[in-house]
């Protein structure tokens, strides 16, 4: 089993459409959450951070359910620059980063 | 925010070349850097972690002898590849870290794509 597992995508939606990123994580110990968006051929870029009783930031919303070992990430009215790929990232404190797989998000005109 | 600048963006080399990477936090003292890879239509996959003037260490699978990492002082890490192949090819990127154990920020360079040919 993967450390992160991620939604595969892509996810294609209108401007304007609420979508949700899921994301399940296997260490137990895990204890800092983050969400990244990766625009193509570039590097990733911290979106929010993920606390244990959820935050929002604008139009993002980020869940943590440690007892589940599950992350999500709401976005309403998405917009066409929300177009990236967002990633899951999990650390466990002391050690590295990791990734998951990423999911692709279209916003589509 | 911080800023870490990678050097070169990009580089196309011959199968055989070295090429070395260079990792520079601008404005903070990096006690750790991250290499990454990241292969097309795959997510960033760890290589190995650096700190400030230690050995670097490696994630399993990855050829130390292979990718060469210096981290010599505070600002500066430096990932060779040496004689590098086609399946070297890929987007590498590296992070940095202020703060020993690492929490909760790093910090992106913009990538280097090395194509080899």
């Known amino acids: 089993r993967k450390e992160v597992e991620q939604d595969p995508g892509p996810f294609n939606v209108p401007e304007g459409a609420t979508v949700a990123f899921n994301c399940t994580y296997s260490?137990?110990?895990?204890?800092?959450f983050f969400w990244y968006r990766q625009d193509c051929r570039k590097e990733p870029k911290l979106l929010m951070s993920?606390?244990?009783s959820g935050n929002e930031d604008g139009r993002f919303t980020a869940q943590l359910n440690r007892a589940s070992q599950y992350i999500s990430l709401l976005i309403r009215d998405s917009k066409l620059s929300d177009s990236a790929t967002y990633l899951c990232?999990?650390?466990?404190?002391?050690?590295?980063?990791?990734f998951g797989p990423g999911t692709r998000l279209s916003v589509l005109p | 925010g911080a800023v870490v600048s990678q050097h070169p963006s990009r580089v196309i080399c011959k199968s055989g070349t070295s090429v070395k990477i260079e990792c520079r936090s601008l404005d903070f003292q990096a006690t750790t850097m991250f290499w990454y890879r990241q292969f097309p239509k795959q997510s960033l996959m760890l290589m190995a972690t650096s700190n400030e003037g230690s050995k670097a260490t490696y994630e399993q699978g990855v050829e130390k002898d292979k990718f060469l990492i210096n981290h010599a002082s505070l600002t500066l890490s430096t990932l060779t590849v040496t004689s590098a192949h086609p399946e070297d090819s890929s987007f590498y990127i590296c992070?940095?870290?202020?703060?020993?154990?690492?929490?909760?920020?790093?910090?992106f360079g913009p990538g280097t794509r090395l194509l080899v040919l």
């Open positions: 992070s940095a870290s202020d703060r020993r154990p690492v929490q909760e920020t790093q910090y």
């Open positions: 260490n137990s110990a895990s204890q800092s």
């Open positions: 993920v606390y244990s």
């Open positions: 990232v999990v650390n466990v404190y002391g050690q590295n980063f990791v």
